[in-house]
């Protein structure tokens, strides 16, 4: 169940956090991994050396999914380390948030680049090789129950990540043909370095609203990405996962 062996996937913003544990997981169902993330180099050898120390290949560049030329020699590199790519994971992802009237351009921009230009450039970059080698494919975009649902403060990360539910349908439809499936994955939340410095009654009243009570685990969201890319999902596409513990329900 769930094997990928065989399988190369690469995993934007795969250092740490929820990206880490998507590297682990799949790893650990045989799949090589390649990493691009922007962060400090040395949290992406260390997943890197953690990814070779379960029997895989692993490969690690450092760049930012926001300048498309480095998104094309991030695909470019996995292909010539291991000359195929099968599962392309769209984690990548930043907050900048603030009020709507005191959210700067700068701040509106970056997150809508990293997030939903960041993937966009991934997913050009990484179609034209998975057509040619007609072995069909997995894209996963990470979004968020704040693209979901919207959130106060996050005007920019809720546009980001809605755009990127848009960008997950208009792919599926694209690429059915070629036996690519598209989907997104909508995280609660989920303890990592992204969320930790959320206010205590934030996350007590977040607890609050969560149906099963707690917050979800970066296990929790990798879980959920291994199986929408194994051939067990291969009739799912344009679908979006909510893993929130019944926060939003649709
Ligand atoms: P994190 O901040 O712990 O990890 C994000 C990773 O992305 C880091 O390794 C960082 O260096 C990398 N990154 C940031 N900008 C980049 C760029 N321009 N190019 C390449 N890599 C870049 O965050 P976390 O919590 O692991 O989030 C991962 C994804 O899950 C994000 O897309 C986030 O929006 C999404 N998410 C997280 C939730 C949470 O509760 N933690 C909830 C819903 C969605």
């Given at each position: 169940?769930?094997?990928?062996?065989?399988?190369?996937?690469?995993?934007?913003?795969?250092?740490?956090?929820?990206?880490?544990?998507?590297?682990?997981?799949?790893?650990?169902?045989?799949?090589?991994?390649?990493?691009?993330?922007?962060?400090?180099?040395?949290?992406?050898?260390?997943?890197?050396?953690?990814?070779?120390?379960?029997?895989?290949?692993?490969?690690?560049?450092?760049?930012?999914?926001?300048?498309?030329?480095?998104?094309?020699?991030?695909?470019?590199?996995?292909?010539?380390?291991?000359?195929?790519?099968?599962?392309?994971?769209?984690?990548?992802?930043?907050?900048?948030?603030?009020?709507?009237?005191?959210?700067?351009?700068?701040?509106?921009?970056?997150?809508?680049?990293?997030?939903?230009?960041?993937?966009?450039?991934?997913?050009?970059?990484?179609?034209?090789?998975?057509?040619?080698?007609?072995?069909?494919?997995?894209?996963?975009?990470?979004?968020?129950?704040?693209?979901?649902?919207?959130?106060?403060?996050?005007?920019?990360?809720?546009?980001?990540?809605?755009?990127?539910?848009?960008?997950?349908?208009?792919?599926?439809?694209?690429?059915?043909?070629?036996?690519?499936?598209?989907?997104?994955?909508?995280?609660?939340?989920?303890?990592?370095?992204?969320?930790?410095?959320?206010?205590?009654?934030?996350?007590?009243?977040?607890?609050?609203?969560?149906?099963?009570?707690?917050?979800?685990?970066?296990?929790?969201?990798?879980?959920?990405?291994?199986?929408?890319?194994?051939?067990?999902?291969?009739?799912?596409?344009?679908?979006?996962l909510a893993v929130d513990g019944g926060l939003v329900m649709m």
């Open positions: 169940m769930l094997d990928l062996t065989g399988k190369v996937a690469l995993v934007t913003g795969g250092a740490r956090g929820i990206g880490r544990a998507i590297c682990l997981r799949l790893a650990a169902q045989g799949a090589d991994i390649a990493i691009l993330d922007a962060g400090n180099p040395a949290v992406g050898e260390q997943t890197k050396a953690d990814i070779e120390a379960l029997g895989r290949r692993a490969l690690f560049v450092t760049g930012s999914v926001t300048d498309p030329e480095q998104c094309d020699a991030f695909v470019k590199a996995a292909l010539d380390a291991f000359g195929q790519v099968d599962i392309l994971v769209n984690n990548a992802g930043i907050t900048r948030d603030d009020l709507v009237m005191r959210m700067s351009l700068d701040e509106w921009k970056a997150v809508l680049e990293v997030n939903l230009f960041g993937a966009f450039y991934c997913t050009k970059a990484v179609v034209r090789p998975m057509f040619k080698a007609k072995r069909g494919g997995r894209i996963i975009n990470m979004s968020s129950v704040s693209g979901q649902a919207g959130q106060t403060g996050q005007a920019n990360y809720s546009s980001s990540k809605a755009g990127l539910i848009g960008l997950t349908k208009a792919c599926a439809r694209e690429f059915a043909s070629r036996a690519i499936t598209v989907n997104a994955v909508a995280p609660g939340f989920i303890t990592t370095e992204l969320t930790k410095d959320l206010p205590a009654e934030l996350q007590e009243a977040i607890r609050a609203q969560t149906p099963l009570g707690h917050f979800g685990t970066v296990d929790d969201i990798a879980n959920a990405v291994a199986f929408l890319a194994s051939d067990e999902a291969a009739y799912i596409t344009g679908q979006v």
